[in-house]
């Protein structure tokens, strides 16, 4: 069965340094999300992607965010100087179409020290 | 954000007998229902969905109801086997921001033989 990728699996980071996150959604799909959940709390939608261009983003995803899709395959999560409280898992999802059922990945555990 | 409840955190079944796991929602602009499954150190997998235009949805062992008047969904697993020990997420999304899922903060499932 397709699934949606992301690498890596655990990246640890300074604090104030860039990270990138990687994801492959699932070939066929045209929606792209980013969600992340910090420890003990509920998964929190980030941002949704398609046709090249930012659909939506939450009031979390701000400056320091940003996303991309620089091929066919892959998505990517920017984060710029990251902070303490970027401390989080996030996951990738893809959907077929916008109002399908979105398929996540088995996310990046953040660690900023 | 509490526009997706559930109250329950944790619940106890013994195998062969039937989870019902509770989900309470705020917003009246929600017209999509989803539940997910998430194994520890793994992604919340997709499980099933239903529309606002319906009221039930089946798929295998597992059923949603909704009650849009209550604004109230369940997901009924029937019967419980060991293997559907995880925590269960309830998520929903609106005609408004249709990629947007809001979920609830999960409800453990401990299935017992």
């Known amino acids: 069965e397709p699934e949606v990728t992301q690498t890596p699996s655990h990246q640890v980071t300074q604090m104030g340094q860039e990270v990138i996150l990687r994801c492959v959604p699932i070939s066929n799909h045209l929606y792209f999300y980013w969600y992340r959940q910090i420890l003990g709390q509920k998964v929190e939608f980030l941002v949704s992607f398609y046709n090249n261009e930012i659909s939506e983003k939450s009031e979390i995803f701000d400056d320091q965010f940003s996303v991309e899709r620089p091929d066919g395959s892959n998505f990517t999560l920017k984060i710029r100087s990251t902070k303490l409280e970027d401390s989080a898992m996030y996951f990738c999802?893809?959907?077929?179409?916008?109002?399908?059922?979105?398929?996540f990945g088995d996310g990046t555990r953040l660690s900023i020290l | 954000d509490q526009q997706v409840k559930q109250n329950s955190p944790s619940l106890s079944v013994q195998e062969g007998r039937i989870s019902i796991l509770n989900c309470d929602y705020t917003?009246?602009?929600?017209?999509?229902f989803l539940w997910y499954k998430k194994y520890p150190a793994e992604g919340p997998t997709f499980l099933i969905s239903i529309s606002s235009i319906k009221d039930k949805n089946e798929d295998g062992r597992f059923t949603v109801f909704l009650n849009k008047s209550a604004k109230h969904l369940s997901l009924h697993i029937v019967p419980s086997q060991p293997g559907d020990s995880a925590v269960y997420f309830c998520a929903a999304s609106g005609t408004d921001s249709w990629g947007k899922l809001q979920f609830g903060a999960g409800t453990q499932v401990v299935v017992t033989p």
């Open positions: 999802a893809s959907s077929g179409r916008g109002n399908q059922p979105q398929h």
């Open positions: 917003n009246s602009m929600f017209d999509y």
